[in-house]
């Protein structure tokens, strides 16, 4: 079967650094996302890697290993708005996206 | 409009109902999905069209039925309502089925449905 695996929940630090992991069980593997979602909002798209490495933007960095099935999210300077949900998904071997249960991530001052 | 647009923003249903969920996106995207998301699973595609005209299932079709008669409109027909589909349906659609990046996905605002 295919399989994405977040931590549920996670706490950090208004300014600290937070690193969200992921891991993937798919059926092939074409494309890797990262998604924020606020509270009763839509998904929103954050980042996006296909080639092994560090991808930044901003105060946002996401980073893939194809080899180890492994992405992460880092999220730097963190801000109270950077409370959300992050949800990690994979472009399977049929093109179809592969989502994960989400991280929720609380930022306290 | 300016993206995707669903409707109902929220809805309370009677049991047995039959209720269409509209979502109509003007991006002159070919593919679209529909989602239900409840705590604690994340987003679980219920159908898809990958272009006007065709349709596929997803990972949990039963009691919902798509129709894609053109490219902006992609509704979601509940037949008979019931309780265990009471959740968050997020419409969404993206440029290409295939190619990478092109596979980004944009999201409706979504609708809440409750099923009593």
Redesign the interface.
């Known amino acids: 079967g295919q399989n994405i695996d977040q931590p549920t929940e996670m706490t950090a630090t208004e300014g600290a650094i937070v690193q969200i992991n992921c891991t993937y069980q798919t059926s092939g593997f074409n494309g890797l996302f990262w998604y924020q979602q606020h509270a009763g909002e839509a998904p929103t798209f954050l980042s996006y890697n296909v080639l092994d490495g560090l991808e930044e933007k901003g105060r946002f960095s996401s980073f893939l290993s194809r080899s180890k099935g492994y992405s992460y999210l880092l999220l730097k300077e963190l801000q109270m708005k950077d409370s959300a949900s992050y949800l990690c998904a994979v472009i399977d071997s049929n093109y179809q996206l592969i989502w994960g249960a989400g991280t929720k991530l609380i930022i306290k001052p | 409009i300016a993206g995707i647009t669903q409707a109902p923003t929220s809805q309370i249903l009677a049991a047995g109902r039959r209720m269409t969920l509209r979502c109509t996106q003007d991006m002159r995207h070919n593919a679209m999905y529909w989602y239900r998301q409840d705590l604690?699973?994340?987003?679980?595609?219920i159908h898809?069209s990958n272009t006007a005209g065709t349709t596929g299932k997803g990972e949990v079709p039963d009691g919902y039925s798509v129709s894609r008669a053109n490219t902006d409109d992609f509704p979601l027909t509940l037949a008979s309502a019931v309780p265990s589909q009471t959740s968050v349906y997020?419409c969404a659609s993206s440029p290409l089925?295939?190619?990478?990046?092109y596979?980004?996905?944009?999201?409706?605002?979504?609708t809440r449905l409750t099923v009593l």
């Open positions: 604690g699973l994340g987003l679980r595609l898809y997020f089925t295939s190619g990478g990046a596979n980004e996905q944009f999201f409706g605002p979504g």
